[in-house]
T-cell receptor
Framework: EAQVTQNPRYLITVTGKKLTVTCSQN?????MSWYRQDPGLGLRQIYY???????DKGDVPEGYKVSRKEKRNFPLILESPSPNQTSLYFC???????????FGDGTRLSIL | KQEVTQIPAALSVPEGENLVLNCSFT??????LQWFRQDPGKGLTSLLL?????REQTSGRLNASLDKSSGRSTLYIAASQPGDSATYLC??????????FGTGTRLQVFP
């Protein structure tokens, strides 16, 4: 089954403790992206990647890192999480930037 | 700055009604526009993608239209059903690498 898989689905952690949210897709998609969704603000792009070893900042990249060492994986790294990063995070992928994006089911992060 | 507005923010209708959800965006120079559906606790599902050169796209009971010059898109849902209850998001793309999302219209269709 074609899918985008995020892990974990839920995480409660404390300020400053490094964490990684993994994202994997099995559709051989070139393009991958991370979004955060906050009430009243909608979805905002954090980082995106057009291909392996190519990443770029979205609208709200501060406090986040990403890597794209393999085509299928695009982890989101919070080196020193803070409470303002409490949010619902989505990973998405598509064949190219012109094709519909497929979304994962989301990761709800709570930073205390 | 490119912005996306969706009206109404919420809508509650009886089953069987035909619906129109609206999306407006600043800057008409878009590449394409997508409509998504989001169910509670779930990710987004792409419903329709309209390229900038197209006027509309149809999928089953859904029809999306695009008027670039006026910065508007509409999603028409025919003969609504309770299973259509969800949040609907529009997302224009102004360059090749990102979407900008509206805050959505929360739809409830009651039996």
């Amino acid at each position: 089954e074609a899918q985008v898989t995020q892990n974990p689905r839920y995480l409660i952690t404390v300020t400053g403790k490094k964490l990684t949210v993994t994202c994997s897709q099995n559709m051989n998609h070139e393009y991958m992206s991370w979004y955060r969704q906050d009430p009243g603000l909608g979805l905002r792009q954090i980082y995106y990647s057009m291909n392996v070893e190519v990443t770029d900042k979205g609208d709200v990249p501060e406090g986040y890192k990403v890597s794209r060492k393999e085509k299928r994986n695009f982890p989101l790294i919070l080196e020193s999480p803070s409470p303002n990063q409490t949010s619902l995070y989505f990973c998405a992928s598509s064949l190219s930037e012109f094709q519909p994006q497929h979304f994962g089911d989301g990761t709800r992060l709570s930073i205390l | 700055k490119q912005e996306v507005t969706q009206i109404p923010a919420a809508l509650s209708v009886p089953e069987g009604e035909n619906l129109v959800l609206n999306c407006s965006f600043t800057d008409s120079a878009i590449y394409n526009l997508q409509w998504f559906r989001q169910d509670p606790g779930k990710g987004l599902t792409s419903l329709l993608l309209i390229q900038s050169s197209q006027r509309e796209q149809t999928s089953g009971r859904l029809n999306a239209s695009l008027d670039k010059s006026s910065g508007r898109s509409t999603l028409y849902i025919a003969a609504s059903q309770p299973g259509d209850s969800a949040t609907y998001l529009c997302a224009p793309s102004w360059n090749t690498d990102k979407l900008i999302f509206g805050t959505g219209t929360r739809l409830q269709v009651f039996p």
